[in-house]
């Protein structure tokens, strides 16, 4: 079974940056995409970004294009978020989370195509 482990969000003030990481054990088919997502308070989940560990193709959520980067190290299995220029909006929990589907399109800024999570990791963003 595939275990993914966050990290890295702490509390920091607007304008800031902080660098998310997720951490993929198990064994894994070669291509598979994984995704950031988070949820708020009284919110929905949503989608931020997402990459495809094979190409590296990237997705970004609209509300973060230009502030957030997605990487992937696979010599390190680890898939980063860089997140620049925060703003209060962005506080929530953070998650990431595994498609092992082989093709990789807009509909994996959702949650449908994801098969595994990890249990997240809290970004606060204070004003």
């Given at each position: 079974?595939?275990?993914?482990?966050?990290?890295?969000?702490?509390?920091?003030?607007?304008?800031?940056?902080?660098?998310?990481?997720?951490?993929?054990?198990?064994?894994?088919?070669?291509?598979?995409?994984?995704?950031?997502?988070?949820?708020?308070?009284?919110?929905?989940?949503?989608?931020?970004?997402?990459?495809?560990?094979?190409?590296?193709?990237?997705?970004?959520?609209?509300?973060?294009?230009?502030?957030?980067?997605?990487?992937?190290?696979?010599?390190?299995?680890?898939?980063?978020?860089?997140?620049?220029?925060?703003?209060t909006d962005d506080t929530a929990i953070y998650s990431c989370?595994?498609?092992?589907?082989?093709?990789?399109?807009?509909?994996?800024?959702?949650?449908?195509?994801?098969?595994?999570?990890?249990?997240?990791?809290?970004?606060?963003?204070?004003?």
């Open positions: 079974e595939v275990q993914l482990v966050e990290s890295g969000g702490a509390l920091v003030q607007a304008g800031g940056s902080l660098r998310l990481s997720c951490i993929i054990r198990g064994e894994i088919i070669n291509e598979f995409t994984i995704g950031w997502f988070r949820q708020a308070p009284g919110k929905e989940r949503e989608g931020v970004a997402c990459i495809n560990m094979r190409d590296r193709s990237t997705r970004y959520d609209d509300s973060v294009k230009g502030r957030f980067t997605i990487s992937r190290d696979n010599a390190k299995r680890t898939v980063y978020l860089q997140m620049n220029s925060l703003k989370a595994a498609d092992f589907d082989l093709y990789f399109s807009s509909f994996h800024l959702t949650s449908a195509p994801y098969e595994y999570w990890g249990q997240g990791t809290q970004v606060t963003v204070s004003s």
